[in-house]
């Protein structure tokens, strides 16, 4: 099991901040293995996380890629891209 964390305007539109998600069986999961698994429940979920959308995710607290591999345990966090001024 992995924790997803979410943030800022994906906590607030899907009206949670947390929540565990099971690895696949042959454990090769990476970041995008988890985005397509929650853009695959439709709806809002596939409005604002999936295609190219500006989405950004840290696995245990350090930025990854959609490549990077996710293991049993981890905390990952999904959050929109931050801008300045």
């Given at each position: 099991?992995?924790?997803?964390?979410?943030?800022?305007?994906?906590?607030?539109?899907?009206?949670?901040?947390?929540?565990?998600?099971?690895?696949p069986?042959?454990?090769?999961?990476?970041?995008?293995?988890?985005?397509?698994?929650?853009?695959?429940?439709?709806?809002?979920?596939?409005?604002l996380?999936?295609?190219?959308?500006?989405?950004?995710?840290?696995?245990?607290?350090?930025?990854?890629?959609?490549?990077?591999?996710?293991?049993?345990?981890?905390?990952?966090?999904?959050?929109?891209?931050?801008?300045?001024?």
């Open positions: 099991m992995i924790t997803i964390l979410y943030f800022a305007r994906f906590r607030e539109k899907l009206g949670l901040d947390r929540e565990t998600m099971a690895l069986a042959d454990d090769a999961a990476s970041v995008q293995t988890v985005l397509d698994q929650l853009t695959g429940r439709g709806g809002l979920w596939a409005e996380l999936g295609g190219d959308r500006g989405v950004l995710v840290a696995i245990n607290q350090e930025m990854a890629t959609r490549d990077s591999s996710i293991r049993d345990g981890d905390e990952v966090a999904i959050f929109p891209p931050v801008t300045g001024g």
